[in-house]
């Protein structure tokens, strides 16, 4: 299958950053990643982003959105 998956963020996170997406798998076939890094709001406790996968042969697509649950080191 050579259904190439390209990866692109809709939504950025309010209370951080993510790193640009990062997809090993030389054929772009695998899944994609990306960093999230808190930013200096002390008082946010979560975080949300969307992103979108598409299959540009096929033109199939879709959204996911992730939460980030912000906890203090111990």
């Not at 990866?7 to 996170?13: A, C």
């Not at 997406?21 to 975080?47: A, K, L």
Request: proline residues 9%; charged residues 20%; hydrophobic residues 25%.
């Amino acid at each position: 299958n050579n259904n190439l998956l390209r990866y692109e963020i809709l939504r950025q996170p309010r209370h951080g950053s993510l790193s640009a997406v990062e997809q090993p798998d030389p054929n772009r076939q695998g899944p994609g990643f990306v960093i999230y890094s808190h930013g200096d709001d002390e008082t946010s406790r979560s975080d949300t982003f969307i992103y979108r996968v598409t299959a540009p042969i096929s033109g199939q697509s879709s959204t996911g959105t992730v939460t980030v649950r912000i906890i203090d080191p111990p």
